[in-house]
Every structure is written in C-alpha cells, then in structure tokens.
C-alpha cells in the first residue's frame, strides 16, 4: 500500500478520535514521529529515480484534513503539529542558525550547495500556498461562529479563539522563515503570503474580519501596494493612436492577470491614470479608426479583463456565506449591453465637448440684426462666420448613425444619455434653469437617427402614440437664443422645427401640441422658416433648376442640407435624379464610342458634406444598386418600370464615380457597409480569374472591375490606408495579377498593386502574406470575431511581376525597420521574402546598406546579380533564326510570323526578343508593326516589366559603344511612338536595385534621358503642367474638362497599335474591349514606380540628378494619395544617407511631395522650405511638444484662417497622427541638416560588405547620441515647469510616443541610456533604507508592535504616481525619468527592449549600485513590462538575470538574495 495511502488512513483515524484529549494527543505524537520517519526517507532517498509513493508534499497536504477539527483545542494542536512538521522539513533541508544571525546555506542537518538543494524541496510553494489558504480560511470562518468577548477577568485572559489565531501566526513565521528567534530559509516569500490572506472585496464588505485579522491583512495589503508601486508604472495614461501605436499596446499592463492581483492595492487617482477600454474607445472615436479597429479593441480588453477577474477570483476566498458571492455566467445579452455602455459613454464624451468646443467659439450673446425670415434670398439661409468647426459634428453623426443603425447602441439609452448632458441625473438644475447647457445640437444628433427607418417606426412612434415624454426632453433641450445670435445656424437650429415636420404625421391631435408642450411656443415662429424651403425646394425640382441641387454657394448648399433634415430621402432622390436624369442624354469618355455614359449634374462638395447622414447613406445605396452592383452595367429605372439596362449606354458617368468617392470620405462609418461588399465582389472576380481568365467575364463585369479599380487606384488610397482590413487586401488581387490578359485592366490593376503594397505600414501586412486562411472581408456590421492566424509559406509566389516583387520586397524592409518583427511572434520573415517572386530577387550593395540587419541577411544569401546579354549572343540569335528580318521587312519570307510567335511562347526566350528587336531598329528603325504586336501580344502582361528591365540593361551596356545620341531616340521610340514598352516599366528597369548605381554614368544617363531629357515625355510633361491638375481633386470642379483635354492630344493605347490607328491601318487582331477611362493616364501609372525609383536614386548619391528629377517631376505628386506618408517614410528609410543631408536636396524633396497649404508645418519649417534659414532651440522644441500634447488631450482644433482642407478630405484624418507625421518630417529633416558638414566626405566613402555596413551603424548611432535636438528634448521632457496644466503627464507620454516614430537611435535609445545618469547620479536613490529585522507575524500582532506606526519608506515619492507628486509638489527627476521611460517602453518594440537590458547589464557591470532604492528602481524600470518580456524568452533570463547580479552588489550577504528573488518572482 502507497504511503500517501497509508498516511491518509492515519489522519482519517485520529480525526475519528473522540475520546480524552490524552488519547488525541497520543495520536498527535504518533503523526509527528511518522513524518519525521518520512523525511528521513525523502531525504536518504533524493537522488534516487522512481522510488515507490508520492513526494513529500503530497503527504504533507494529508495533515491539513486535521484542521476540519472545529474543537478549539484539537484544532491548536494540528496546527502546531504542522508547525513542527514544517520545522523538521525546513532543518533538513536549508539548516537553522542561531538566533540573531543570517540564514547560511553551508550549515544544517545536511548541508548542501544551491544545485543541491533544489533536488531536495520536500515543500514547495504550491504546497504552502495552499496550507496557508486552508488555515486562514477556516480561521476566517470560525471567526463569525466562535469569536467570544474578553473574559471579565481580565486581558490577561484569552479566548479560544484567540489561541486559534496565535497558532496560525507561528506556523506562518515558520513558511516565512521565522521561529521564536531564529531565523531559517523562508519556504515562500511575504508577496505570496500576502496573496493568500487577502479575503477579497466580499469579505472585507461583510464585515467577518475580526481586528487581528483585519491588522494582518491591512499590513499585506500595504506589502501589496509596495508591490504594486514597482510593478505598475507611475502613469499609464498612454493614449491609444490608431495606426501608429503597436498591436501590443491595446493589451495594457493594468489589465494583465499577473498584475490585477496587485491593481486593487492602488488609490482611486493612481488606478484613474491608467488605460482603461472607456479611454480606448473615446481616443479611437476621436482618431476616426475604423469600426472593426474599435470593435476589435474592446474584444482585446474583454479577453483581457476575462482572464484577469479569473486570475483574481482564484486567488480570492469568497465563502458561500457572503451574500452575492455567486459568480453569474456572462450571457450574449450582457456582452451586447457592456459593449452599447462603452461606445455610448464615448459618444457622450464626444458630444460634449465638441459642444462646448463650438459654444466657445461662437458669440450666442449677441443678437441677430436685420433678420429677414420670409426673404427667399440666397442671404436668407442663416450661416455662421466659421462653418469649419462643423464638420466635426458632421463626423459625431456619422459615427452615431452607424451605431445605431446596427443595433450597437439602442436610440432610447442616446436620447435619454444626451438629454443628461443637458440636464444631469441628480442635478438641481430644473427645466428653466441654465441656458448654457441647453445646445440645439443635441437635437440636430437626435433628428439624424429619426431618419433610421427602425427608429422612426420604433421608439419614436411608440413616444408620440403615447406619453410624449421624449418629445417634452427635445422642447427642453431646445435653445431658442441661438437661432437669433449672431452666430445662428439655420441647419443646427432649426432642428426641432425638422423634427416636428419630420415627425408630423404620427403626432396625435397637432392642434393640442403646443398646449400639451408650453414651450413649443419659442420656438414655433421659426417654422415659417421650414415651411418656405419645402416649398422652395419643390418648386426648384420641378422647375428641374440645378442651382439648389448643384449647391455651387454656401447658402445654396445649406438650403438643400436643411430640407434634408426634414425630409425623409426626398434630398438623396433629388440629387441622384440630378447625376443620373431621366432624360437621354449619351456622352463618350476618350476610351471611344464603345463607353458611353449619361450626362447629368455635378454635386458640389460642400453640399455632400452637409446633408443628413441618412441621406448620404440613401444617395450612396442608390448609386451602388443602379450604377456600381449589377453585373449588367448602369441600371435605369424610367415610368416606374423596373430597373433595365438602357441601349447605347454601357459605363458610369464620371460625376457618379466622383461622387462616390466623396461620400465615402464624409461618412466613412455609415457607408463602410458598401465598400466591404465591393471589396467581397473584387474577390470573388479574382477566384474566377483561377478557374477561366478574363474569359468567364462580361463585358459589364470587366467595365466594372476597371471602374473599381481606378476610383480605388486614384481617389480611395487614403481611405484604404487607414482601413482595418489593408494589410489583407492584396489577397483581393493575387490570382488577377497573374490571370489577367486584358492589358488595360492589367496596367490598372498593375499600378493599384503597387500603390496598394506602398500604403502598408505594419506588421498586418507580413502575416497576411502568409496567411493562406483569409477568405474576405466580414461583412458583419459590428463585433465581429477574431480569426485566428496560422502561418504558412504560400506553395505560388504571391507575384509574377518582377516589378511588384522588387516593390514588396522593400517596403517588408520598411516596415521591418519602423516597426519591427515584436508584435508578430511565431512569424518567420524568411518566409515572407521568400513568398514574394519567382525567382530570387539579388539587390546591389547600394541597396543592402540601407536594408534592417533581418532582411539584409536574408537578400545577402541570395544569388548574384542577373547576368547581361552580350551582344554577340543576340546577333548570333539574329543570324541562326532568319523569322527575325520579319520584324522590320515587310517581305520576309512566309510563315516568319508565326515562326517567331511559336519560337517566343517558350517562357525562356521571352526576355531576348526586345533584345533582337532592339538590334534591328539599330539597323533600320522601321518595325514592321503587326508583326512585332503579334509576337508581344503572346507575352503574359504580368512578365512585360522583366522583358523591359532585361532589354534595359542590354542597352545600358551598348551606352558607350552607341552613344546616348543614338540610344535615346529610338528608346523614345519604343516607348511614346509605337508603345512597345511601357514608359514606367523603362524606369523600373533603370533603378530596379539589381546595379549598384553609384558611379554608373551610363545607367544615370539613360535615367536622366528617360525621366529629362525624352522630347515626347516633356512634352506630355508640359501639358499635365498647363492642364493645372488641383491637389484638392475633391474640390476641382474642372478636374474632368482637363482630363479630357490632356487624353484628346495624348490617348491612350495599350496593344501596341498606336501608330497603327495613327496611320489609319486596320488593327488585326482587334483590340480588346475598350474599358472607361476616368482618372488614369500613363503619368498616373508612373507616379508609384517614381516613388520606388526616388529610393534608388537617393542610394545613387548623385544629387545633382535627384534635384533635378524632383524640381521637374515634382508637380506628378499632385496626385500622389498619400505624399506626406511618402515623405515621412523617406525620410525615415534614408535619414542617414549622405544625398539627403544637403539643403537643396531637402528643399527640393519637400517640395516636390508636399503640397504646402494642404498641410500645417511650423512657421520655421516653412520658412526653410521657402528658402530661409531654420534654427531649433528651446521655443521650437516647447511648441512642437505642446501641439502633440493638445493632440493627444483631444484638443479640437481652431478653424482655420490658411483654409486647410476639410479633416475627413486629408491625407491623414486621424489628428494625432497627422500631428505626428508632420513632427517626424520636421525633425528628420533638421537630423539631415545637421549632418550636412560630415556628409561630403561620407559621400565618397562606398560601403559593400557586411562589416562595412555595421561599421556604419556604428559610426551613425554614436552622432545620433550626440545630436543635439534629443538632448534639449529630453531635458525639456524632464523639467516640469514646461509642463503647463492640465496634465503634465500628457507632455511625456507626448515624448515617448514621438520617440517610437522616429527611428530608434534618435530619441528612443539614447532616452533610454540616460538611465544609467539617473540610478548613479540622483542622490535620492542612493539613499539607504534603514535596516529591517527579519519579520514575524507574531511579533507584528503584539499589543506593543501593533500600536507602533508604520515607518515610511524613504523614498516613496521616486514610485508614486506622477501626477500625484505633481499635485502635491513632490516632482523628482527619478519619477518623472521613469514615467517617460514606461511610456517609451509602452509605445516601442522590441528593440527599445534590448537597448534596456544592455543599460541594465552596464550598471550591474560597473559595480557601482551601492543602494536598496537603486535596486529598486531597477526592478521597477523591468517590472510593468515583464508580460511583454515572457515571448522573448532569451532577453527575459537575461534581464532577471542581471538583476540577481545587482542584488548581490546592494545586498550585504548574498545569502540574502534568496529572499529577494522569491519576493520578485
């Protein structure tokens, strides 16, 4: 029989005893002589593998079954039998020592070394955990049963009870490592112990603690607040930035299950100034993210807050006595209810203060003059001196409309929310109390949802039909002082008056309506106001005048969005009437007669913004189901027939396409429904591309698809760059791009590849690579669910095109290097490289310098750069295939032709016939056109870009043998006269990254002739210059005349029959199906392979090309989607390539990308770009801080007097990350600026090799160390008199979040070095605490200790909360170095990580800590980002490691170290 069984069978029998005491004390000695038997066995038999029966601890655990013994007595005499128990195992295996001396590890019954005693751990910590759980809750519950008063004899006189408590308390000394007054080796450390006697909320509510074990556990919970001093940082207030902060940082440290264990230890304010999903929601809400970014955050946090109330219920005792101890399984109802409490708290944070933002900058005080209400005038339509603000409210619409709409918050629980914001629960103030409160904005919010069809015929109708309760909280939310001020808004103010037209109908008795609500009556003189634009409105329709449709005015536009408010879909069918008319009237885009389209109006921007949600969403519904759905083409709906496609009409006209794109932009949240079900068709096309080409598709499909693609091409690229679902788009176009044979599609699809690579910017993009599991785009409105991730290596490279390979390939590079591989762990980035092309991709040197170590390493690998054809290969090809003289004679022998189209189906000849071709036009420069088409037409459009790189590098050998004289015309040839290749793809070819550029005269030459110096690129060049193409497309009203213009003298061909339709020949084969042409030309296409070639050019370190390049070309980028992203990632990339640090170089470079008035740069940053000099000091450094921390506090910002362009038509909507961007390229630029002395001598030096390239990082990061922008920064950071109120906090988090954008070496590490300035030169944290005897729990419970105050810590201020130091001056520069370092660590990778464990390491290295305080700063500096540090396993060992190291420099016996590590683990 086992021993545990034998064991159990002991402790069952003296249990069972129930006879006198002196039998049960027999029992008692007898268990203790048994014990102590099997110790000596443990210990005899340590070494030895596989012995029979279970471990000590195990039969260790049999004695706790004694403490089920409720006598008083019986119950004393069991735990002090576990006491001595516990002392026999603790002598045996550590050794006691002698009262008053330090536990050594060289004396005992055994002595043993460290390695040793690991194999002898008869009790380990789950073992006394649990003891000290048993004991401490029984005695808890006999405290409610069994606590008796004092005796009247005396103090002197204990009760049962008490003995009970005193036994407890020495068996707790005994696992602490206390007994009387020796001291031994503790079994577990005060932090367990201190987790295992905390009761519990419930328990500390019901009022069961007696006063000694109320003293016991405040006396743990003051250990725990220590604790959690050190493990949680001195401000979290980290604000969430969508698409700039990490995945990482939506799971927060406060919500960790490790540390909520301590969380509860904290004050209200230190726990207040931490992340929180409320903070979460409201920062993404105000950054415009996406819905499913914010649906997926508050996913994270419930997971999250799961796992940590997990944590803390199992750590807690809760016994069954305590009423509402029960846990509740969550049920789908209660998710949907905490989820609808945490966006509608949001909103209404939202709402308010942009309620108060507009109320303060507008007069409500003055009133009106000369007010005309029944003047039909265009000045009669009431609008404010700075409408700009209302764009904000336009966004909270959307938002609110969306929510709503799709049943994530109710509309009763939002009018009843916005209703208090008027007029507060438990507020004093009555229905006629302050008119400041009262907006009719909350009212204008309220009448957006009443066009919710579910709304209206819901809870609306309910409310009229009965009490009318809602309506009498609109008559008293109404403020009948704004629509006479001197800033009235008719469109906000006539609110109620709309909501009653609205509403008219389901108003019972209308006649009764203002006696039942008194204060009707203000606002009821004002409903002429809406009586006259209804009838305006009709009469205008009818009269079929586009004036108020077109909304060309701002009064005009506002006339139409009032009527909208009030009448339901009557604008929206009205405006789409007015873009699509029901009378024939065919036009033709320059694609040719075969797309045709119907004429209609143009609708003004400023009106689109400005009308009713509902209607923008009804407007967009009706566009996509007649013009953009069907398969069939545009649908027409005519006498009240069904829709039907209409003869002689086949595309979409271009004020419809254009107006599609703005609707998107405006109301981003309402109308995402219809992008994810275009993007869900786009993919569906692509799978058909797999089972039949282009041939299993129609011809309306095929329209459709390339209307598709070039409004998301040329006008979607900024909403799709802050979409949730970018990094996985790319697997919407995978099988197309190698399927594709219609070239015109093809050459769009081709350049949306390009930029659509181009806009990723996070680690997204590298798994959705390899992600073989993405099926789409969910068209769940809301909450949808996470699908989890396995990665695997796609067995078909992602790209054909060598082109979109080369591109993908770097921008992985980029990604990798701003952002880092941390928050993709099990991702192998071998395997996203190795994903991308078909054949290796070999880079030049130049290239490799500027790559991130992983990727550099992975391409170092690869194969030599591509050979060269030589000459003598291709004449002797030439000769030993007479078919080639078919190519330019006309008379060549028959069956040529197709001797040559069979000799190039073979995909290995495929590069060598623009070779030969190029060696007959040498020869005679006259191709013979249909020839040379047939033979191309054979070649897979996707491989058109490696042909042309191939015959790039055979002329860039033959430059000097030819001459550029000869070379450039006929090249020009191919290109712009018989269209053989493409222009972009020419480029492409020239800077693909295979030559090292640098000193390549040849090669810069033909760059410099085909981007410069080419007659016919010029002169398309010149006339995109005279056409004056707007940055502000969205506001070009001639954006589609110049368009037409620019095409009718440069059209477009894509078969190679330019010159054929030219000189009027016959075209066989036909062309394929001529597509609609709407915003892409060949300068469109060029504009993302310029950006791939701008990198190149850079590494080519010849600046005089790259300022010429950017002066010419710069104006293309008035079409670039994203140029400031551009800049800044430029910039980012090659900050430290010496072609940058050169001020006509930057000047050129911001330039040429940047359109200044659509951006807010610093007066001194635009006055460099405009030729001036450009200092930084303090002043500079103190405003920038201060406008990302307004940014960051969501400050609205002043309505603009230099007319930036709306926030939702930016390049970047999100107003912190905008803020951020232009910083970065501030900053970056200054970088370049300062290095500007050393960089000539750079210039000559041309690193190649790996040591090299890492001499150079070297080189680089000790100049960036002492650059002197991160110095000032820093101190200013650290100084908290730059630090104006509210929140000093908001200031460092300001400085941590800039320093993980820039790249690392410039803020983020050396910020993170200073460290070692704080822990060896502040001289609070060389102070030594005092020294602490060992402590004793039954020593603390004595009358005379427990009547002592507790001594404060000595430095309690260098680990309080910040803003709590700030409030109570008590700022210290260790406190404010570790707020900022916390927030650097929050925002920054993996990198930031080892920059940290290398300071660590030096510190413990120079052995110079001398103090407990530095040891624990040290600890705190690694304690909130350990659950981070657990998925790097190596850097985890590594960092605690170090820290046992400094342990045994502060501590003085390294015994003691034991201690300490148990109390940090």
Known sequence: MPAVDVLRVVVDAVRNIHDASAVLDIGFRSLFEIYQKRLSFHCA????????????????????????????????????????????????????????????????????????????????????????????????????????????????????????????????DCFVGRSGQCLGRPLV???????????????????????????????????????????????????????????????????????????????????????????????????????????????????????????????????????????????????????????????AQRIEQTVRYIQRQCDFETLLNERKLNDNSDASMIVPRNIQYWEHMNEIADQLYYFVLFDAIPYKAVHERLYSLVFPKDSDIQAGGSMRRRDNSYIWLLLQLFHIEKVAAGPIRADLAGDEDMLDQLMQMYNEQQIVSKDAFYVRDLALQAAMSHQQEKISDNQGVKFRHPRMAVAMPFAAVVFRLRQEFGRWFREERPEL??????????????????????????????????????????????????????????????????????????????????????QFQVDGRPPAARDGITCVSPHVVDTVYRLLYNAPYSNELMMKEVLEKLRRCDEAMVRGGVARLAAPTLRWLYTVYQLMNCRLLRFFKYYAHASHLVHHLRHSLVHVTHRQLYGSLECFALCLVNLQHDVGFLQALLDPGYHGVSLEPVRPEARPVRYSKPAVAWFACAMLARNAAVVIA??????????????????????????????????LRFLPRPVRAYYARASSAEPVVAAADVRRLIDARPEHRALVDAGAAPGSEAALVALYADARHRPLFLLTLWELLLESPRPVIPVVRRVLLAFPPSQ????????????????????????????????????????????????????????????????????????????????????????????????????EAYLARFPEYFEYEAQLVKDGVAVDPPPALPLPIYYETAMVRLLPVLEFALGRLIEAEDRSLLCDVLDRLGILYRLHQVPLTTLMNTLFVFFDAPALHDPTVMRSLALSLLDMTQQSFTPEFTRFVAGGDWSVDAGYVCRM????????????????????????????????????????????????????????????????????????????????????????????????????????????????????????????????????????????????????????????????????????????????????????????????????????????????????????????????????????????????????????????????GDLVSAMAQVCPHIDLIQDVRHGVA
Not at 208 to 235: H, N, S, W, Y
Not at 579 to 590: D, F, K, N, S, T
């Open 45 to 172: 038999n340590r070494y030895t593998t596989g012995v029979v029966g279970g471990t000590f601890g195990e039969e260790y655990l049999i004695l706790t079954k004694l403490f089920e013994l409720h006598r008083p007595r019986t119950w004393v005499a069991a735990v002090r039998l576990v006491s001595m128990v516990t002392k026999s195992a603790i002598g045996i295996m550590y050794g006691g020592t002698t009262p008053g001396e330090a536990p050594s590890l060289s004396t005992g019954t055994h002595a043993a070394s460290l390695s040793e005693i690991s194999g002898i751990n008869f009790l380990p910590e789950a073992v006394c955990r649990e003891t000290i759980r048993v004991v401490w809750r029984l005695l808890l519950d006999s405290a409610a049963t069994e606590r008796q008063p004092a005796s009247v004899l005396g103090s002197a006189r204990r009760t049962r009870w008490q003995i009970r408590f005193d036994a407890t308390l020495e068996l707790f």
């Open 189 to 347: 450390s005060y932090y367990t112990v201190a987790r295992e006697l905390d009761p519990g909320a419930a328990v500390a509510e019901s009022g069961l603690l007696t006063d000694e074990m109320q003293a016991i556990v405040d006396l743990c919970f003051a250990r725990k607040r220590r604790l959690g001093r050190i493990l949680l940082p001195p401000d979290g207030s980290w604000p969430l930035i969508s698409h700039a902060s990490r995945a990482h940082t939506v799971k927060h440290v406060y919500d960790q299950p490790a540390y909520a264990l301590v969380r509860d230890s904290l004050t209200f304010e230190e726990t207040e100034r931490g992340p929180s999903a409320n903070k979460y929601v409201a920062d993404l809400l105000y950054q415009r993210a996406p819905t499913d970014e914010i649906f997926a955050a508050i996913r994270n946090h419930r997971i999250t807050k799961k796992k940590a109330m997990a944590a803390v219920a199992n750590d807690s005792y809760v016994p069954n006595r305590v009423p509402g101890s029960v846990a509740v399984e969550e049920s789908v109802d209660a998710e949907k209810h905490e989820v609808a409490q945490l966006l509608l708290e949001a909103m």
């Open 549 to 634: 449709l077109a909304g060309d005015t701002v009064c005009r536009a506002m006339k139409t969005a009032a009527v909208s408010q009030f009448r339901q879909y009557a604008v929206p069918n009205a405006l789409y009437t007015f873009l699509v008319p029901p009378r024939e009237a065919i036009g033709q885009l320059p694609s040719g007669p075969l797309t045709t389209y119907q004429q209609g109006g143009r609708i003004s921007t400023q009106l689109l913004d400005n009308i009713n949600v509902g209607g923008k969403h009804r407007l967009l519904q009706l566009v996509y189901k007649m013009m953009l759905a069907h398969e069939m083409g545009p």
């Open 814 to 847: 980029r990604i990798v290097a701003m952002r880092g591989l941390g928050d993709a762990p099990g991702l192998v980035l071998e395997d996203c490289l190795a994903s991308l092309p078909l054949q290796p991709l070999p880079w030049a040197p130049a290239v």
């Open 944 to 1043: 058109m870009s490696a042909c042309t790189a191939a015959l790039v590098d055979y002329i860039a050998a033959a430059v000097d043998d030819v001459g550029l004289g000869t070379v450039g015309p006929l090249l020009d040839s191919l290109m712009f006269t018989f269209r053989f290749v493409q222009h972009e793809h020419v480029v492409f070819g020239l800077v693909r990254g295979v030559h090292d550029l640098r000193g390549d005269t040849a090669r810069l030459a033909l760059v410099r002739h085909v981007l410069l110096g080419s007659v016919e690129f010029v002169a398309r060049l010149a006339e995109w210059q005279r056409l004056d193409f707007q940055g502000r497309y969205w506001a070009d009203v001639d954006h589609w005349r110049k368009q």
């Open 1185 to 1440: 801080l201060a406008r990302i921390s307004r940014a960051i506090a969501r400050h609205l910002r002043r309505p603009e007097k230099d007319a930036l362009p709306e926030s939702h038509y930016r390049e970047i909507p999100n107003p912190i990350l905008l803020v951020l961007t232009e910083c970065v390229v501030e900053l970056l630029t200054w970088w370049c600026l300062h290095q500007a002395p050393a960089s000539e001598a750079r210039l000559l030096a041309r690193p190649e090799s790996e040591a090299e390239f890492r001499a150079e990082e070297a080189a680089r990061t000790k100049r960036a160390a002492a650059w002197p922008v991160a110095r000032l920064w820093l101190d200013i950071a650290m100084d908290p008199a730059a630090h104006p109120p509210p929140s000093g906090a908001t200031y460092i988090h300001s400085t941590g979040l800039l320093a993980n954008v820039l790249p690392d070496e410039l803020m983020a590490f050396p910020f993170v070095q200073h460290l070692t300035n704080i822990v060896l030169e502040e001289p609070v944290l060389k102070t030594i605490s005092r020294p602490k005897r060992y402590f004793s729990f039954v020593e603390f419970a004595l009358p005379a200790t427990f009547a002592q105050p507790s001594p404060l810590f000595a430095a309690t201020a260098v680990f309080n909360s910040y803003e709590q130091n700030r409030a109570r001056h008590m700022v210290n520069r260790p406190n404010t170095y570790l707020t900022l370092l916390h927030s650097i660590l929050h925002y920054g990778g993996i990198g930031t990580f080892n920059t940290l464990a290398e300071v660590i390491r030096g510190l413990v290295a120079s052995g110079q800590l001398c103090s407990d305080i530095q040891l624990l700063y040290l600890c705190a500096t690694v304690g909130p980002i350990l659950y981070r540090l657990k998925d790097h396993e190596l850097l985890y060992v590594q960092i605690l």
